[in-house]
């Protein structure tokens, strides 16, 4: 998931070259690709929100105000304001170790944050079911002490933490490694206290990335469905999250209920997009500047 | 020079960790909190339209008998699916499940309620009992009338996956019975039959609800084998014009168990309630519910009400044709038993 940022003020390799080629070649391709792009995202987006409002706005506000959906959408904001925090402390402390660091066991660190990425959801739910269920290694152990993990809200927020970690740690780390620590030294060099450095040179240096790692992090948060399936237990106005909720809606033939609570996960997939398009442009400055100023030093 | 800031980078990132937790941990509680009792009912795929409109009757009822508020949870899903949740640890406090083996491995695998749980309520502990039958699209484009047209080639049936569905067991257990009752109970064709039957099945979904969506809402196959109350409900959903039911010859007396969890009760202090919520169950209101969602009621008043809603068809039971659920199970669905060995996916 560590994208290589996109470079602002970049040329696009080979730009004149596209120019050149015949428009024969490109208007073909130009309309396949917005084709494709329009049967396979633009339609089905459009059929959602179509659906949602097949009743009238009466009915889709009445479907959102049902205490099932009230209690699904408080969850999912629950479960993603508890796990956005708990990201950016992790994820700015790991890549700052990571990036200013070498210490044993570095490789393994990073090779690990990637894991929620390289295994399938449902096992990461499974993974929960196999610690913390009454079968499970501490299941037995929860149970006498009336702790409750799986099944319940715990286990969902532990799930969806587990599949959203790496998304702040990815994004700061690839930028702090670009940066280096030059900034931090001088700023301790001219005498600021490390208190003052962390908040006034480290931070700002990395905040755009992890704005955009918590964008990203966000929208996994509130859109997860496998993990979550696997431990939430389904219980109706208890531990189903949007996702879920959209899924019983659909199963019991309430069609416009079960897209009007699709059509917020909709809107919060084009919010973040929106979003994540300016934060990608700030982010691409910072690290130009980055490495200007780099050159700059070593010329 | 760096191990400055290191320590403060630390020392903030604690600190801003132990506010959060503890910030958590004091509010967790603040979310909505609700005074009226709890029971969690967690029970399997077609019976959604029941229980909601059950669990509306019982709490009025509960209140009127003098009792407390009480809000019914629901949970649904697979029958197999759910028993393995409430295995690993899903505090239901009454389980209604498609079938007694499944509430069988919730009494051996995690012992949450006696092995005799199913002799401690009236009937089998099943307050009402279903068939399977088939449903086909309007017309009967394919002339469907009884199993054995079933294993014709080009006849493409839905059925949920019998490890995962209980409504998925019915339906195996009842074309085993029909292929034993037509052919002199022998076990070699019965098996030969049934194994005919699944080369005709697409795609196995986990539960009775999943397959009525692939038959009914994405339009693949021309036979669902469907639970009776949900062949019903796909005619009272998608119209009575597009779906026709198909009664066969003979099929099998479908009973899904009820039962307390009772260590889960015991804990929460809600035995009373669930014992009361089971118990309105066999009630004539309960029964009343039941039969209009299309579950064959016990209560013979009711069911004379009703019987228009239920056509008579010859039922064998499982212990008559299986010796019971325990032998069943183990012969059938575990792990290498007879679905293993005949049932192959397709790959493709």
Known sequence: ???????????????????????????????????????FLVMPM?????EAFRKGVGVYMDSLRDPDALSAIWLTVLTAAITLPLNIVFGLSSAWLIARFRFAGRGLLITLIDL?????????????????????????????????????????????????????????????????????????????????????????????????????CNARAMGEFGAVSVVSGHVRGRTNTMPLQVEILYNEYNFVAAFAVASLLTLLALVTLVVKGVLEWRLAGEAQDAEESTKGITA | MLSRLTHTVARTLLGVSTLFVAGVTTLAPAQPVHADTELLNVSYDPTRELYQEFNKAFVAHWKASGGESVVVRQSHGGSGKQARAVIDGLEADVVTLALAADIDAIAKNARLLPDDWQSRLPDNSSPYTSTIVFVVRK???????????????????ITPNPKTSGGARWNYLA???????????????????????????????????????TFAQRGLGDV?????????????????????????????????????????????????????????????????IAARNFYRPRLASVATKYVGNFPSIPLFTIDEVFGGWKKAQATHFAEKGVFDQIYQPKSK
């Open chain 2, 139 to 157: 017309g009967n484009p394919k002339g469907v009338k009884d199993w054995n047209d079933l294993v014709k080639p080009g006849i493409s049936i």
């Open chain 2, 175 to 213: 074309a085993w019975g029909y292929a034993l009752r037509n052919n002199g109970n022998d076990e070699g064709k019965a098996r030969e039959f049934v194994a005919a039957l699944f080369k005709n099945v697409p795609v196995l979904d986990s539960g009775a609800r999943g397959s009525t969506t």
């Open chain 1, 46 to 50: 459009a059929a959602v929100f179509a």
């Open chain 2, 224 to 288: 669902l084998l469907s639970w009776e109350n949900e062949a019903h409900l796909i005619q009272k959903e998608f119209g009575a014009d597009k779906f026709d039911i198909v009664i066969p010859s003979v099929s099998i007396l479908a009973e899904p168990p009820v039962a307390i969890v009772d260590k889960v009760v015991d804990k929460r202090g809600t035995r009373k309630i669930a014992e009361g919520y089971l118990k309105f169950l066999y009630s004539e209101q309960g029964q009343e």
């Open chain 1, 116 to 216: 929620p990425f390289a295994v399938s959801p449902v096992i990461s739910g499974l993974i929960f079911v196999l610690m913390f269920g009454l079968q499970g290694w501490i299941g037995p152990w929860l149970k006498g002490h009336d702790i409750q993990i799986i099944f319940a809200v715990p286990g969902v927020i532990l799930a969806t933490l587990f599949v959203t970690f790496p998304f702040v740690a990815r994004e700061v780390l690839s930028l702090m490694q670009e940066q280096g620590d030059d900034q931090e030294q001088a700023a301790l060099m001219l005498g600021a206290s490390g208190w003052k450095t962390f908040w006034r040179v480290t931070l700002p240096n990395v905040k755009w990335a992890v704005l955009y790692g918590v964008i990203l």
């Open chain 1, 1 to 39: 998931m560590a994208q290589a940022v996109p470079r602002r003020r970049a040329t696009t390799p080979g730009g004149a070259r596209a120019r050149n080629t015949p428009a024969w070649v490109r208007w073909p391709l130009i309309g396949v690709s917005f084709g494709f792009v329009g049967l």
